[in-house]
């Protein structure tokens, strides 16, 4: 490729970037009322309250913290799908909002497999935020809690 092929190539690259920073990503913090969230419908214990707010609540809250790349496209756009799915699947802000309460439940229990799996957060978000890796002391904590939830398969002890 000769040079003024790169550089116009490089001039369109930045040109296509700049005009996708018009086309907005989904990124909202919806407001939060405290009586419907997780824990006034559930009891969590202070230390597994501790990992939710540090680990997951990035994702599964209304109460996103959007890092600076979050405002810049296309990393706006999927990072904005990323939290959108997640609090769909399970918004501890928002328990209300969950189909009905068994399906509540089985979300808490399969928590302790995600979490013990490296699942939950997601590595490629755990890579981005240090120290929101889980310890073990924080694993057993948490699935201690996820279990007293779990049914049938989600019960199992060992990890897998
Ligand atoms: C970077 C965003 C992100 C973080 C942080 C995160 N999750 Fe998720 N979570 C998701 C997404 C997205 C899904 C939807 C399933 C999927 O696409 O993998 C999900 C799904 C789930 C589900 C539902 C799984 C199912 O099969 O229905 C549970 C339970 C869950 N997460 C728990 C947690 C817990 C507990 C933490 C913290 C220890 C956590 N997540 C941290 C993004 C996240």
């Known amino acids: 490729m000769n040079r003024a092929r ?3 190539l490089v001039i369109g690259l930045i040109a296509v970037l700049a005009v996708i920073q018009f086309i907005p990503a989904s990124r909202t913090n919806p407001p939060v009322t405290a009586s419907r969230s997780l824990e006034a419908h559930i009891q969590v214990p202070p230390d597994v309250q501790q990992v939710l707010k540090r680990s997951c609540y ?24 990323d939290v959108n799915t997640g609090r769909r699947h399970i918004n501890f802000q928002d328990w209300e909002a969950q189909i009905n309460p068994q399906e509540g439940k089985e979300h808490l229990g399969l928590i302790c497999k ?15 935020h240090k120290g929101t890796d889980l310890s073990a002391t924080e694993v057993s904590a ?8 779990a049914s049938g398969e989600d019960t199992d002890k060992k990890p897998d």
């Open 58 to 81: 990035d994702c599964h809250s209304s109460a996103t913290v959007w890092p600076w790349y979050a405002h810049v496209a296309p990393v706006s756009w999927y990072l904005a799908h």
């Open 6 to 8: 790169a550089k116009r």
């Open 114 to 128: 995600l979490v013990r799996n490296g699942q939950m957060p997601p590595a490629d978000y755990r890579f981005m």
């Open 142 to 149: 948490v699935c201690a809690w996820s279990q007293t939830f």
